[in-house]
């Protein structure tokens, strides 16, 4: 005798939820279970009009169903991490630098000067992740919120030809959006996921993170706002990552500082909403004849170190 194959629960079946409520949730994007269980009752409430008491119940019945949010034993976690998956980032050393490479699940960020070769390695990063798992890809499309319209397909194409890729393959799989200030860019996260619907996403590119929020609250009366504004922000990036098992990679810019930071006194801004929030940090500086240093500051496994990439007309190389 066959077993029924178990029924997927979907939100109409966590309690409180009726037709009307599904309709608001689905309408802001919490359209299946795994999404409202890792939703904070706040943004919840916010988004789709449900009053709070009532979000924190829905939340609730959503972490039991989709069984999260309790103690788990060492031996669960490695089981569960398991599912993490690695992105070349096209450089040996730089894969080796992050353990294997750009990590599903997590927020890699990479900041330095202009001219430090972040933007060259979302670049390279978004065409290695349509190459096959076989070379180091998810073989995906791939999201890139671009908040200083430094996307160039040129670049994408070159990339591509240096892979042995067929450019117009690459270029129809990546997304780009332009953001074009704080709030528009915070909203092209949140709506990041009904595109997930339609395309296989593994990586999540922000190319950056900060120059809106840097550049619309400033001085000391404003900090604290831009701070809970870029502090949901990068939940909601994690949370994309986590639901979708995806790469989350962004830059970041710097601003100098009185104090030194790693013998250089330039500093990644975002404070430590950012440096708590991001998994991996990554600070990139200027070399001679095309290298850049990429040093690991932050990983919740990783030792400290560096290592020398070369930036060339076919992408990201390992320096000599």
């Given at each position: 005798?066959?077993e029924?194959?178990?029924?997927?629960?979907?939100?109409?079946?966590l309690p409180?939820?009726?037709e009307?409520?599904?309709?608001k949730?689905?309408?802001n994007?919490?359209?299946?279970?795994?999404n409202?269980?890792?939703?904070s009752?706040?943004d919840?409430?916010?988004?789709s009009?449900?009053a709070?008491?009532?979000?924190?119940?829905?939340?609730a019945a959503?972490?039991?169903?989709a069984?999260?949010?309790?103690?788990?034993?060492g031996e669960q976690?490695l089981?569960?991490?398991?599912?993490?998956?690695?992105?070349?980032?096209?450089?040996?050393?730089l894969d080796e630098l992050?353990?294997?490479?750009?990590e599903t699940?997590?927020?890699t960020?990479f900041?330095?000067e202009?001219g430090?070769?972040k933007t060259?390695?979302?670049?390279?990063a978004?065409?290695?992740a349509?190459?096959?798992e076989?070379?180091?890809?998810?073989d995906c499309?791939?999201l890139?919120?671009?908040?200083e319209n430094?996307f160039?397909?040129?670049r994408i194409?070159?990339?591509?030809?240096?892979?042995?890729?067929?450019?117009?393959?690459?270029?129809?799989r990546i997304?780009?959006?332009?953001?074009?200030n704080s709030h528009?860019q915070?909203?092209l996260a949140e709506k990041?996921?009904?595109l997930?619907?339609?395309?296989?996403?593994r990586l999540m590119?922000?190319d950056s993170l900060t120059?809106?929020f840097r550049s619309?609250?400033?001085?000391?009366?404003?900090?604290?706002?831009r701070?809970?504004?870029l502090n949901r922000?990068?939940?909601?990036l994690?949370?994309?990552g986590?639901?979708?098992?995806?790469?989350?990679?962004v830059?970041?810019q710097?601003?100098?500082?009185?104090?030194?930071?790693?013998g250089?006194?330039m500093?990644?801004i975002?404070?430590n909403?950012?440096?708590?929030?991001?998994?991996?940090?990554?600070?990139?500086r200027?070399g001679k004849?095309g290298?850049?240093?990429?040093r690991?500051?932050d990983?919740?496994?990783?030792?400290?170190?560096?290592?020398?990439?070369?930036l060339?007309?076919n992408?990201?190389l390992?320096?000599v």
């Amino acid at each position: 005798m066959v077993e029924k194959e178990e029924k997927k629960l979907t939100i109409e079946d966590l309690p409180g939820v009726g037709e009307a409520t599904a309709e608001k949730l689905r309408e802001n994007g919490y359209d299946d279970i795994m999404n409202l269980a890792v939703a904070s009752p706040k943004d919840l409430s916010e988004l789709s009009g449900i009053a709070e008491g009532a979000a924190i119940k829905i939340i609730a019945a959503a972490r039991k169903s989709a069984d999260i949010g309790n103690f788990e034993t060492g031996e669960q976690i490695l089981q569960r991490r398991k599912d993490v998956m690695k992105l070349t980032t096209g450089s040996k050393n730089l894969d080796e630098l992050l353990g294997g490479g750009f990590e599903t699940q997590s927020i890699t960020e990479f900041f330095g000067e202009f001219g430090s070769g972040k933007t060259q390695i979302m670049h390279q990063a978004a065409v290695n992740a349509t190459m096959s798992e076989e070379q180091g890809g998810f073989d995906c499309d791939v999201l890139i919120i671009d908040s200083e319209n430094t996307f160039r397909p040129e670049r994408i194409i070159q990339m591509s030809k240096g892979k042995d890729l067929d450019p117009d393959v690459v270029l129809k799989r990546i997304h780009v959006a332009r953001a074009y200030n704080s709030h528009h860019q915070i909203l092209l996260a949140e709506k990041a996921g009904d595109l997930a619907k339609e395309f296989p996403i593994r990586l999540m590119i922000v190319d950056s993170l900060t120059s809106h929020f840097r550049s619309e609250y400033m001085g000391r009366g404003s900090l604290s706002e831009r701070q809970q504004l870029l502090n949901r922000h990068m939940h909601d990036l994690l949370r994309f990552g986590t639901v979708n098992n995806a790469v989350i990679a962004v830059t970041n810019q710097v601003s100098a500082r009185p104090d030194v930071f790693f013998g250089d006194p330039m500093a990644p801004i975002g404070g430590n909403i950012v440096g708590h929030t991001a998994t991996f940090r990554v600070y990139l500086r200027k070399g001679k004849a095309g290298k850049r240093i990429a040093r690991l500051i932050d990983s919740p496994y990783l030792p400290e170190g560096e290592t020398v990439i070369q930036l060339s007309e076919n992408g990201i190389l390992d320096g000599v």
